[in-house]
C-alpha cells in the first residue's frame, strides 16, 4: 500500500497546473467563437463537400504514413502548396462572403442559442401532399415550375439571390407563385424541411452535354443545382405540362405522381435516420 501511495505522489508530482488568469479566459473564449464561426461558415457552404474530401485525403496520408509509401508521400508533399492555392481560389465568393457577414455581425454572437423552430418545420407527409398536388395543378396549367428541396448542402447562396418567402408549404402558395406574370413567378424557390425560404432564386446551369438539347433552362438549371448539391428537385415544364425530377446531376423525365410521392417519402426516411437515403 506503501509503494502505491509513493507511486501516486510520484506520478502527481509530474503534473503542474499552469497559472490561470483572466487573460487566459478571454483568449480561450475568443479562440472558441472563431472555431464555431469557422465551423458554421463551413457547414453552411459548399465548402463542407470539399471538407469531407479533405478529410478522405488527410486520412489517405495518414496511411501513406503507416505504411511507408515513400512515393506517394513525396507526391502529396509536393501538391501539397498547390491544392491550398486551388481552394482559395475556388472558394473566393465564398470567402469573401464570410469576411462581409462578420463585418455585419456584432461581436458577441448569440447563434449558439440555436434556431427556436428547429425541429418543429420538420419535411413530413402533409408537405409531400402539398408539393404533388401543388406540381401536378401547374402542370394541368403548363405553368412552368422549378422547386428545390434542400437535403445536407444548405442552399444558403441560392436562397440569397431570390426574394425571402417564409412559409409553410402549401398547393396554393406554390401556385400563386408561379402564377404567370407575377413578380416571384421567374426563378426557382428553395424549401427547407416544411416551409418554402425564397423565391425567384438564380441556380447554375449544367454543362452536361448529354443533356437533350430539347430541354430548356429550366431543366438545365433543375440538373446544374443537383450537380453541385444534393437537393431533390422537381420541374414542371411550360412547353409540355409534364413534371420531372432530378438529383445528383440525373434527370428523370416526365414522372407521375405516384413515382414523385415514392422519391419524396424518401426523403423523410431519410431525415428520421439521418442519413443517406
Known amino acids: 500500500m506503501e509503494r502505491l501511495t509513493e507511486f501516486i505522489k510520484m506520478f502527481w508530482s509530474g503534473f503542474s497546473m499552469p497559472k490561470f488568469s483572466f487573460l487566459d479566459f478571454i483568449e480561450i473564449l475568443i479562440i472558441a467563437w472563431l472555431i464555431y464561426y469557422v465551423a458554421k461558415w463551413i457547414k453552411n457552404t459548399r465548402a463542407w463537400v470539399i471538407v469531407k474530401g479533405l478529410l478522405v485525403i488527410a486520412l489517405f496520408w495518414i496511411l501513406a504514413e503507416l505504411l511507408h509509401f515513400d512515393v506517394i ?43 427556436p423552430r428547429s425541429g418543429r418545420d420538420q419535411f413530413n407527409e402533409k408537405t409531400v401532399d402539398e408539393l404533388i398536388k401543388g406540381c401536378f395543378d401547374l402542370a394541368k396549367t403548363r405553368t412552368g415550375a422549378l422547386i428545390v428541396i434542400e437535403q445536407e448542402v444548405p442552399l444558403t447562396e441560392y436562397e440569397e439571390t431570390g426574394i425571402e418567402v417564409d412559409g409553410v408549404v402549401s398547393a396554393a402558395l406554390l401556385i400563386n407563385i408561379f402564377e404567370k406574370n407575377t413578380p416571384l413567378h421567374d426563378g426557382a424557390v428553395t424549401v427547407r424541411g416544411n416551409r418554402v425560404t425564397a423565391a425567384t432564386c438564380y441556380l447554375p446551369l449544367s454543362d452536361n452535354m448529354k443533356l437533350s438539347k430539347d430541354l430548356g433552362t429550366r431543366h438545365r438549371a433543375a440538373v446544374g443545382v443537383s450537380e453541385v448539391t444534393d437537393a431533390f428537385v422537381i420541374i414542371v415544364s411550360e412547353e409540355t405540362g409534364k413534371v420531372s425530377v432530378a438529383r445528383n446531376g440525373a434527370l428523370v423525365y416526365n414522372v407521375d405522381g405516384d413515382y414523385l410521392r415514392t422519391k419524396l417519402s424518401e426523403l423523410i426516411i431519410k431525415k428520421k435516420k439521418g442519413g443517406k437515403a
Open 73 to 115: 508521400l513525396w507526391i502529396l508533399e509536393k501538391t501539397i502548396g498547390v491544392g491550398i492555392t486551388a481552394i482559395i481560389i475556388l472558394f473566393q465568393p465564398e470567402l469573401r462572403k464570410a469576411l462581409e457577414n462578420l463585418g455585419q455581425r456584432k461581436i458577441v454572437p448569440f447563434a449558439f442559442l440555436g434556431d
